[in-house]
C-alpha cells in the first residue's frame, strides 16, 4: 500500500523569504500523481501545484516550486516570496495513476503547519 | 464562493440524533468524494460517487449512509454516531472520475457529536 510522510509538523518562515516543505511517499508504482494542497483556517482545501510522475520537469505555479525526485521518491514544495496568506496547513498527496484501481483514491500525508512571520 | 457549497458549516449532535450534511457543486464535475480529517490523522477517503452512482465505500460504518440524487448534490446521512466520529467532513468533486487533475474541495462540516 501506498504511503506519504510528512516529517515537518510545524515550519515558520520570514515574509518574503523562501521555505521549502518536505514529503515522501512509497509506492512501487512507476505512474502517479502527486499533489500539494493548502489548508488555511478557512478550512477549504486548496490545489496548490500537480506533478505527474512521468513528467521530469518539476512543476510550478508562480511562487510555488516543486523539487520532484522519483527515484528517491521525494516531493518537496518550495514558497517562495513567502507571504502572511501562505500561512496554513499543507498536505502531500499521492494517487494511482492505474485507472480502474481504487478511484479517488487521494493518499494524504498527515500535513505540516506553515506559519510565517511579518 | 469555492464552487463546491457545504451545509451546515458545524453541527453538535446526539448519539441517538440523526441528521444530515449536505454538498452541493455547480462545475459540472463527474465524480463526487466524501472525506473524513480528524485532528492528527490523514484524511480518509469515505465515499466516491461518478456520475451518481457509488462505485467505493473504504469500509465505512453503516450509521454513515451517502445518497447522491443527481451529479450536483451530494449527502451524507448521519445516525447513531459515537463520540470518535466527531471531525471535519470535506466534501470534493472532480472534473474527470479518475480525480486526476486535482480535486476542488468544499470548506466542510465541523460536527461534535457529544
Known amino acids: 500500500a501506498q504511503t506519504v510522510t510528512q516529517s515537518q509538523p510545524e515550519m515558520s518562515v520570514q515574509e518574503a523569504e523562501t521555505v521549502t516543505l518536505s514529503c515522501t511517499y512509497d509506492?512501487?508504482?512507476?505512474?502517479?500523481?502527486l499533489f500539494w494542497y493548502k489548508q488555511p483556517p478557512s478550512r477549504q482545501m486548496i490545489l496548490v501545484i500537480r506533478?505527474?510522475?512521468?513528467?521530469?520537469q518539476n512543476a510550478t505555479e508562480n511562487r510555488f516550486s516543486v523539487n520532484f525526485q522519483k527515484a528517491a521518491k521525494s516531493f518537496s514544495l518550495k514558497i517562495s516570496d513567502s507571504q502572511l496568506g501562505d500561512a496554513a496547513m499543507y498536505f502531500c498527496?499521492?494517487?494511482?495513476?492505474?485507472?480502474?484501481?481504487?478511484?479517488?483514491?487521494?493518499?494524504f500525508g498527515k500535513g505540516t503547519k506553515l506559519s510565517v512571520k511579518p | 464562493e469555492t464552487g463546491v457549497t457545504q451545509t451546515p458549516r458545524h453541527l453538535v449532535m446526539g448519539m441517538t440524533n440523526k441528521k444530515s450534511l449536505k454538498c452541493e457543486q455547480h462545475l459540472g464535475h463527474n465524480a463526487m468524494y466524501w472525506y473524513k480529517q480528524s485532528a492528527k490523522k490523514p484524511l480518509e477517503l469515505m465515499f466516491v460517487?461518478?456520475?451518481?452512482?457509488?462505485?467505493e465505500n473504504n469500509s465505512v460504518p453503516s450509521r454513515f449512509s451517502p445518497e447522491c440524487p443527481n451529479s450536483s448534490h451530494l449527502f451524507l446521512h448521519l445516525h447513531t454516531l459515537q463520540p470518535e466520529d466527531s471531525a471535519l467532513y470535506l466534501c470534493a468533486s472532480s472534473q474527470d472520475w479518475w480525480g486526476n487533475y486535482g480535486y476542488t474541495f468544499g470548506s466542510g462540516t465541523r460536527l461534535t457529536v457529544v
Open positions: 506533478q505527474e510522475a512521468y513528467k521530469q
Open positions: 460517487y461518478s456520475l451518481e452512482e457509488r462505485v
Open positions: 509506492t512501487s508504482e512507476s505512474d502517479y500523481y
Open positions: 498527496a499521492y494517487r494511482s495513476a492505474v485507472n480502474g484501481g481504487s478511484q479517488g483514491n487521494l493518499i
